[in-house]
């Protein structure tokens, strides 16, 4: 089975009890775990870590056996920056490309599934890979 990499709205809504999305990202991880290797990258990492105090706190939250870490892939990297091109080009106001687009770039070239609950600019800008996604 390939892997899924889990996009950090899924762990922040499981660490922090998210009345909303709590219910359906826990469930959703559970069920990922049990089919296939869960994945995460440093960025995953830099966004999930803001609710931690310590670097202990969050390898609890996230174990190294039950999330694997991969590096950022240099033709993820390079694609996120056309998928950004194509973002401002359409009008996209910030200015520098944003997590997601290195998060689904990652899924993209790497042929990894991905589990998010966001999936509009997923599908937008990465129509090839394999979301779960509500």
Same mark, same amino acid.
Do not use: N
């Given at each position: 089975m390939r892997p899924i990499l889990v996009d950090s709205n899924v762990l922040l809504d499981v660490a922090t009890s998210d009345p909303k999305w $709590? %219910?359906? #990202? #826990?469930?959703?991880? $559970?069920?990922? /775990?049990?089919e296939s290797v869960l994945v995460i990258n440093p960025l995953i990492y830099a966004e999930v870590s803001v609710g931690f105090e310590r670097i202990e706190d969050i390898e609890e939250a996230m174990p190294a056996d039950v999330f694997r870490r991969d590096a950022l892939p240099y033709e993820a990297a390079f694609l996120a920056g056309k998928c950004f091109r194509k973002y401002r080009r359409r009008g996209g106001k910030k200015t520098s490309p944003m997590p997601d $687009?290195?998060?689904? &770039?990652? &899924? /993209?070239? %790497?042929?990894?599934?991905?589990?998010?609950?966001?999936?509009t600019r997923y599908r937008t800008y990465f129509p090839d890979i394999d979301l779960i996604a509500p």
């Open positions: $709590f %219910s359906w #990202s #826990s469930k959703s991880l $559970f069920e990922a /775990a049990q $687009f290195y998060i689904g &770039a990652h &899924a /993209a070239v %790497s042929d990894y599934r991905l589990l998010t609950r966001d999936a």
